[in-house]
């Protein structure tokens, strides 16, 4: 089928950024080298840039739930649109990428206790996350939807009053569903499977999340038939890097990384290897990355 994304460039300077798949890294323990290496590198004050170069890993907090962004395949190895990008990052800054699972409501505390040193986890850039860390430039812009069952009555948002919706905790889709729709009844639960199973056991009404993840989670069920996206998206959810707060060097140093990426061209074919016409999905995006000028 064929999707369209629109974006809203007015609400917040978009997009853009994706991959191309190599072999994930299996976790694993610094050795004591590189443990020694990090307090190095610590100690003489050159910030995490110099701590990750000199450790010569990056560790990148990914979901595993959340196709086609970032999923496991049947070997339970990372993959998808922001592992992709996770391996371009590491090329860049010239390390080896070490991808750690997190979860939608524990990412930003792993990067605040420097369990990772970078979230890319279709993380929604807000001025209340903004608080706690900082962000990289958006790579990708997505917008907030419902998915139902088929013959569900909802024919959008407007159409909730006094349902269940269940989402994500943490997530931005609790926040923005309580304001467009504040009379439904909104189901907190840990993971996007566990919503979709709620949905699918009548537990729940709708799901409400990021359209391209319900898009994906419709077509890639039992019967795709028997859901549907209702009605048009509702909120503006730019995707970005979470990163330490404080750090500008190291921010800067992730934004011409991703600055290269989008001009080199190669976020146009890790888009379509992904969510476009290379990938089951056929999505079609309309978007402007903000690169930073040269």
């Known amino acids: 089928m064929n999707f369209k994304v629109f974006f809203n460039l007015a609400v917040i300077a978009l997009l853009a950024v994706v991959c191309g798949c190599d072999k994930g890294k299996e976790e694993s323990a610094p050795s004591r080298s590189e443990r020694k290496a990090e307090r190095v590198a610590v100690q003489s004050g050159g910030g995490n840039l110099a701590r990750i170069q000199a450790a010569k890993v990056l560790r990148i907090g990914v979901k595993s739930d959340a196709p086609p962004f970032c999923f496991q395949n049947k070997e339970g190895n990372p993959q998808g649109f922001d592992v992709d ?14 991808f750690v699972t997190v979860s939608g409501p524990e990412r930003i505390e792993k990067l605040k206790k420097g369990e990772v040193d970078v979230v890319i986890a279709t993380l929604t850039a807000t001025r209340k996350r903004a608080k706690d860390i900082d962000f990289s430039l958006p790579y990708f812009q997505d917008q907030q939807g419902l998915l139902v069952k088929s013959s569900s009555s909802v024919k959008s948002y407007r159409d909730l009053g006094g349902k269940k919706v269940v989402a994500v905790t943490g997530s931005t889709s609790i926040d923005n569903i309580k304001v467009v729709a504040p009379d439904a009844e909104v189901v907190a639960v840990n993971s996007l499977a ?7 056991s009548g537990g729940a009404e709708a799901m409400t999340g990021d359209g391209l993840g319900l898009q994906a989670l419709r077509l890639n069920s039992a019967d795709p038939s028997q859901l549907r996206i209702a009605g048009e998206g509702f909120s503006a959810e730019p995707y970005v890097i979470g990163l330490p707060q404080n750090d500008s060097q190291f921010r800067s140093r992730i934004d011409e990384a991703l600055t290269e990426i ?9 888009f379509n290897k992904w969510l476009g016409a290379q990938s089951a999905y056929n999505f079609e995006a309309h978007f402007q990355m903000p690169v930073l000028p040269p």
């Open 85 to 98: 990008l996770g391996f371009r990052l590491a090329r860049a800054l010239g390390v080896e990428p070490l």
């Open 194 to 200: 566990e919503a979709f199973d709620k949905l699918n």
């Open 262 to 270: 989008w001009t080199s061209g190669v976020w146009t074919r890790l």
